[in-house]
Structures are given as C-alpha cells and as structure tokens.
C-alpha cells in the first residue's frame, strides 16, 4: 500500500517549517497568499488530505491555546478548571503541557512550537532567576501570543496576571501579630519560585516592620509540597526556641505542618498557631479548620484566557499586567498566644 502524503512530505518539498504548512490548512488567513497556494499546489500534487480535525477546525474562528504548567497538584487544579472553563464558554480548543519549573517550561514552548499548531501560551508558575529576560525574549521572537499566570520578575515587560503576596502575607503577618505572636516561622516555597521568593520577602519585611528579630532556627524552606513542609517542621521543633505561630505558604504544606506538631505532642491553635496560604478545599475540612488566604486561582486563570485571545486577535495590544488581591479567612487553627489566653 502506497504510504499517504503527510504534512511533512509537504514541508520537505517545499523547504519549509511543517508548522507553516499546518497552518495553511487550518488558518489559512494568517499564511502568505504566495506560500499558501504552493502549499496548497503541492498536496494536490501529492495527492495530500488534510485530517478531520483540520477540516473542521477551517473556516472556525476556533483557536487552539497552550497551557504549559508544572507538576499537578492541589494548587494547580484551580487553573485548570479555571482555563478549561473560559476556554470552554468562548468555544476555543486546550492542549496541557505538563512541566516541572521555568527552565523545562522555557524548552517545552519551543518544542510545541514546533510540533503543534497553536495560537498562543498560557505559562504558569514562572521560576524566578537570572536568566528569565533572556528566556522571554527567546520566547517573544517566536511571535506567538504568550500570558504568564503569575508574576514576570523580568528587566523586560511580558504580559501577566498574578496575585498580590506582599499584601497577602502583610493580611496574615498582621492577623498573627495581633493575637500577640511575635515569635513567628515560616516554612517557604522553593525559592526559585516568584511565589517563593515574594512571600519570603515579604515576610522578612512584615519582621522588620514589628522590630522583630529574624530567626533562621524557625524558617523552613520547603517545595511547595507535603513531604518538606513535614521534614522542615519535625526539624523546627527540635530546635530550642520553638515557635509560638507558623505561617506555611501552601495549604498543602501548612497541613502537613500540623500533622508533624501534632506528632510532637503538641497541640493546634493551643501551642502554635498554623495559618496556610490557597484556601483548598481540603482546608474548611481539616480538625482544626486551617485559617487561609484566599487566592483567586480560578479567576486568575479565567482573566489569563481572556488577554490571551485579545492578543491574538490585536497583535499590537499594549502588554497587561493584572494582580488580584487575596482574602483572609480565619479558622480554629490560629487563636492567640497562650499567655495572652490566661
């Protein structure tokens, strides 16, 4: 049996990327008349038929968006729903790329770049370091429309929607002070996040503010996930100056902090004071119920759709920059120190 004509034995012929010529099929409107029609000559020649997808995607105004995100976890479930909603309700088609952190991100754009038609690229959870202005630049001469769902700490603009931790950890750090802590941890993010390195920051600052001294003993750095936020806290209470509260910057971790003081024969709010950061819906359900801020995960995401596809159809869009705040919602696991109780 005759082997069928493909879009690469297109490309080949006429010495041209494959994503061109994918294109010319499905959106044949952004494809050069003169390439477009010795594309078109040449699958006739080859005797070339598009696929079904393809047939029903020309003449649509159906866009294809990109969303490259990192490892799934609780956290980042509310941006899928969050994207799959909008994308679902303006009738646009979704491909998730999976990812670990900037650097994969980075050469996984590339890569779908060029074996996937897509119109644009949500990217979330961008790592914070160095190189990222360079990385962003690499990024924008592909001129494909991109939206970060998180912060760009870049020297360059790049559009973005974010939240705003400095507020947020200013809500909790002040909630905590005001039921008499002063002697407050916190167990971190990885630090190569710009959630990690924000809230960090900004939790030294809120220190600084109260004239209270920084305490390395009762600082955890984590990973966003379970098992550090657990290994960090066990460590923490080994030391001699234990903690009265602690501020975790993921539920997820904020909840394994608890099950490790409690395995220390301590008690929560009694003896610390635990307060987490997404507001899970494991959350409202945990014994105590873990006092939280509220991150707009799913509005975020929402919001990130909408510029994207505005990009797409303006090129020349000026660059947004959208922060949402967050909500504190107290629970039972902080309550004040126990000598202010007495």
Known sequence: MKKRATIEDIAKVLDINPTTVSRAFIRP????????????????????SPNNIAKG????????????????????????????????KRQHALMLFPS???????????????RWLVDGFLI?????????????????????????INKYRGSRKAPNVSVDNYDAVYKVMKHLSELGHRRIGIINGNMPSVDGHERFDAYKKFLKKLNI???????GYGEFDGD???????RILSG?????????????????????????????????????FDNIALSRYLKPNLTTL????????????????????KPSRRIDEVVFDTELIIRESTDKVADERR
């Open 228 to 234: 550090t936020a657990y290994r960090e806290m066990n």
């Open 100 to 114: 670990d952190y900037w650097d994969d991100e980075a050469e996984l754009f590339l890569e779908v770049k060029k």
């Open 29 to 48: 409107d952004v494809v050069k008349p003169a390439t477009r029609e010795k594309i078109f000559d040449t699958a006739r020649k080859l005797k070339y």
């Open 124 to 148: 979330h959870n961008v790592v914070y370091n160095k190189n990222i202005t360079k990385q962003v630049q690499s990024i924008k001469k592909e001129n494909v429309p991109f939206v970060f």
């Open 240 to 276: 001699s100056g234990r903690p009265t509260a602690m501020f975790c910057c993921s539920d997820f971790m904020a909840i394994n902090a608890i099950k490790a003081i409690k395995e220390n024969g301590l008690k929560v709010p009694e003896d610390i004071s635990v307060a987490g």
């Open 57 to 88: 995607l020309v003449g649509k105004n159906i866009k294809v968006i990109a969303l490259i995100s990192p490892k799934l976890d609780p956290h980042v479930f509310p941006v899928i729903r969050g994207v799959t909603a909008e994308c679902r």
């Open 294 to 313: 509220r991150s707009p995960l799913e509005e975020i995401a929402k919001e990130s759709v909408r510029i994207l596809i505005d990009r797409i159809e």
């Open 213 to 219: 001294k920084y305490d390395e003993s009762i600082v």
